[in-house]
């Protein structure tokens, strides 16, 4: 069955340094993948998504993602955090189930940022 | 610009009590889903509905119940046999049959039981 892993429930970062989110997907044919953010009591906003070519995808907001077919991953980077990155943040994999247009997400990584 | 609104924003329910969420799309998506959020469990998926008048169960529908009457309408009820409701709500919508395109999200609406 597919799923998707984040290893990773928190993580705290200062100002500033550089953040690696870790995704890993288990999936048996060439998958659709998302990265999502929430701030609280907010929805769910879309970062950035691979589905073909270029395995280094460019987001919003400085984000960027590398999709690693022989690690079965998908971990999202930025280089330098900002304050208001502190947030929770989901990968999915999509999938077509019965018709639908089915999206998989993982557990989340909640995202603090010190001053 | 088009969306997804989702109201009230805060909902309070006595024990006992049916309420009902809105979620309101004019994305022209056929597709469109209910969420439950809890902390520490990410979303879980309450129902979904692919075309008017249709709709699946999703992993936890127990206590819910949902209509489609309209392709741009997909209300929750959260009904009395639901024991622990209190818990952030998403909607979301999407085209059918297009892996590349994701979800698109409402704001949520937040439940709590008085």
């Known amino acids: 069955a597919q799923s998707v892993t984040q290893p990773d429930i928190h993580i705290t970062v200062s100002e500033g340094a550089s953040l690696e989110l870790r995704c890993n997907y288990s999936y048996g044919a060439t998958p659709y993948l998302f990265w999502y953010v929430q701030s609280p009591g907010q929805g769910l906003q879309l970062l950035l998504k691979y589905f073909s070519g270029d395995t280094l995808v460019q987001g919003i907001k400085g984000f960027e993602a590398e999709f690693k077919r022989s690690q079965s991953s998908f971990n999202l980077r930025k280089p330098s955090v900002h304050w208001s990155d502190a947030a929770e943040y989901f990968c999915a994999v999509a999938r077509i189930s019965g018709g639908y247009n089915k999206l998989i997400f993982g557990a989340g990584t909640r995202l603090a940022v010190h001053p | 610009d088009g969306g997804i609104t989702q109201s009230p924003k805060y909902l309070f329910r006595k024990e006992g009590q049916n309420v009902t969420l809105s979620c309101e799309q004019n994305l022209n998506h056929d597709a469109m889903y209910w969420y439950r959020q809890d902390p520490g469990q990410g979303l879980r998926l309450i129902y979904y509905?692919?075309?008017?008048?249709?709709?699946q169960k999703g992993d936890i529908a127990e206590g819910y119940s949902v209509s489609r009457e309209k392709k741009e309408s997909f209300p929750l009820t959260v009904t009395s046999a639901q024991k622990n409701p209190t818990a952030f709500y998403l909607c979301?919508?999407?085209?059918?049959?297009?892996?590349?395109?994701?979800?698109?999200f409402g704001s949520g609406t937040r439940l709590t039981v008085v």
């Open positions: 509905s692919q075309i008017v008048n249709d709709f």
């Open positions: 979301a919508s999407s085209l059918l049959g297009q892996l590349n395109y994701g979800y698109t």
